[in-house]
């Protein structure tokens, strides 16, 4: 019996990643469906239910991945193929409630109490609870049970074994209570910094946080070395630049429109992980259709330098790709639109047959994908493309189109070798240092603040300086871009 089970295991770990997760995405969505279906209201599951509960259960698995993992030190990949095998467990619940109830079915939601509570529903595991039902008691038994027996036949540690049983049971009971421990740190917060949080929790994106911060476990322990690659072929000087397009679209309107509140804490979380997602989709992209380029002008990227290989770069793009709509969708279809809008930009931009970064107007992209930044910020927080000043978006397109010019410096002599047309190539440094000053100094002009034009002249003075003497340029330009933006925005917002 024994040398059965350790053979059926091994085989299992021997069947094909992509198997295992779409086992887990398929029994994910049928758990789902199955629950809003044999509720007691009978009701056919809408969106909003349907990616909050399959978040839940894939945040659930990959944390149970995860301490799996510290416990037994089996990697990560192996665990993921046997647990995917028993994830049916979770298919229990719906199904064993229905027919325990005659064809009622039973209503499941979350814990909600004190922390007194709570703690009485965890020692007596939920004897007082109304919304945990026999049938998900079963499946979490079982679950942990079996859970258990693998750590056992991992090991041949009875400790072990025993000893996980409660620590899956915690953090189990942690999700199935989460609301009430979002609202416990949404008061501790409040009170810390002397905000208000009013409204209701958005449960999703917290869910969405807790599954990427499983994400960024599970990769470090998988492949630590990979994530550095990742962490390393970070673009920071360029990504930050729309990071602060989103967060001024933030500002504005928390300045103009409506107080800060801290309900909205985890929608700006989610936000700078979407902006780093789509960014970085755009990234990616660029660096398979720039390759020669980056042989020539940037042999230190990841794939240039063959940190990462085509086949890596390629899964990396779709996984980046799926996260970039997965989050959108969580804002509406108004920021899910932006971001379509966003990335089919960022494939036209870069490759064939447009290809449109090989033409000396591709920085206007820059600018219009700088505008959609500030508006994704904006719109998620509540606010009306009617409701911004055209003046304001003119200044972000023009002054954004023409700074945009330095991000071409570096690439100048592979640029030349390929025969792409931007204004570096085609007018030298010393006028595309002109042209990137003229972008500190037309701001105040687009905006009608007179106030700023010395500061903004003087800002465009030492971009040129910078341009023509300084050794590392983008590095250095970026820097004091920041600090005029963050004045900027004082002076303007605030």
């Not at 044999?38 to 399959?54: E, G, K, L, Q, T």
């Not at 665990?79 to 109830?101: D, E, M, Q, R």
């Not at 869910?207 to 550095?228: C, D, V």
Request: hydrophobic share 55%; net charge positive.
């Amino acid at each position: 019996m024994h040398f059965t089970i350790f053979k059926i295991l091994k085989e299992i770990e021997k069947t094909p990643l992509y198997l295992s997760f779409s086992i887990i995405m398929v029994v994910t969505i049928i758990r789902c469906f199955l629950e809003s279906i044999f509720s007691p209201n009978h009701h056919i599951v809408d969106f909003n239910f349907f990616m909050h509960s399959n978040l839940w259960f894939i945040s659930l698995f990959c944390t149970f991945v995860i301490i799996t993992n510290f416990i037994t030190k089996e990697k990560l990949t192996k665990i993921i193929k046997v647990f995917s095998v028993g994830w049916s467990v979770i298919l229990i619940a719906p199904i064993f409630n229905l027919f325990y109830t005659f064809g009622q079915g039973a209503k499941m939601m979350y814990v909600n109490g004190s922390l007194n509570y709570l703690i009485n529903e965890f020692l007596t595991f939920y004897s007082r609870s109304t919304v945990v039902p026999l049938g998900m008691k079963l499946g979490m038994v079982l679950g942990s049970i079996s859970i258990a027996a693998y750590i056992y036949y991992k090991t041949k540690s009875r400790g072990k074994a025993i000893f996980s049983l409660p620590i899956y049971y915690f953090f189990g009971f942690i999700y199935g209570s989460l609301p009430s421990f979002i609202q416990m740190f949404n008061t501790l917060l409040s009170n810390m910094v002397n905000l208000p949080v009013d409204g209701i929790n958005n449960l999703p994106m917290w869910i969405s946080i807790i599954f990427f911060i499983n994400i960024l476990i599970m990769t470090y322990l998988e492949n630590a070395n990979f994530l550095k690659i990742i962490i390393n072929d970070i673009r920071w000087t360029r990504f930050l630049h729309y990071e602060i397009m989103l967060v001024g679209g933030i500002i504005f309107y928390f300045n103009f429109f409506e107080s800060f509140n801290l309900i909205y804490l985890p929608k700006i979380i989610l936000l700078t992980i979407l902006c780093f997602f789509s960014f970085h989709t755009a990234v990616y992209l660029n660096d398979i259709c720039d390759y020669k380029i980056d042989l020539i002008s940037n042999k230190n990227r990841a794939f240039a330098s063959k940190k990462l290989d085509f086949k890596t770069i390629k899964t990396i793009l779709v996984v980046y790709t799926f996260f970039t709509l997965l989050v959108s969708s969580l804002f509406g279809e108004k920021i899910f639109l932006v971001i379509v809008t966003l990335l089919s930009i960022s494939f036209v931009y870069s490759c064939p047959p447009l290809r449109l970064r090989k033409y000396i107007f591709s920085n206007f992209i820059i600018g219009f994908c700088s505008i959609l930044s500030f508006l994704t910020g904006f719109v998620a927080m509540g606010g009306e493309l009617k409701e911004i000043p055209p003046s304001l978006l003119w200044l972000i397109f023009i002054s954004i189109s023409l700074g945009a010019t330095v991000k071409d410096l570096k690439d100048v002599e592979g640029d030349k070798k390929l025969s792409v047309a931007t204004i570096p190539v085609k007018f030298g440094k010393l006028m595309s240092s002109f042209i990137i000053g003229l972008a500190f100094a037309l701001a105040p002009i687009i905006l009608f603040t007179p106030e700023l034009i010395v500061p903004s002249m003087f800002a465009g003075i030492i971009a040129i300086i910078i341009v023509n003497y300084s050794k590392n340029i983008e590095r250095n330009f970026f820097l004091f871009y920041y600090l005029f933006v963050v004045y900027f925005m004082h002076s303007i917002f605030l």
